[in-house]
């Protein structure tokens, strides 16, 4: 096992808060767009699993399995938007924890 050796200062970086103020404007514009697309494609799997209940209670010719299986995918897809947002919630928190 190896010790923990100190840390050298020296040769940490200072952060340039302008090129952060500079570059930030498209990383916004990225991860907006992303998590527009991913609530998106959460909206269309709901809307899926609805019609496909919706079509078999009125009794179309859809199969049960396909039902079940779209019914499955939206609950999946909401479990994981649900999850992402509690760590999105935790790393907020603890950013907002750290002092300066």
Known sequence: M?????????????????????????????????????????????????????KLVKGDNIDLHNVMIDAEKANITLQTAIEIRNKVIDAYQEIMRMQM
Do not use: C, H, R
């Open 2 to 54: 190896n010790p923990i050796s100190q840390v050298n200062l020296q040769n940490l970086q200072p952060i340039n808060m302008n090129s952060l103020q500079n570059n930030s404007g498209g990383t916004q514009t990225k991860f907006a767009n992303f998590l527009k697309d991913s609530i998106n494609e959460l909206n269309d799997s709901q809307v899926k699993s609805i019609d496909s209940t919706t």
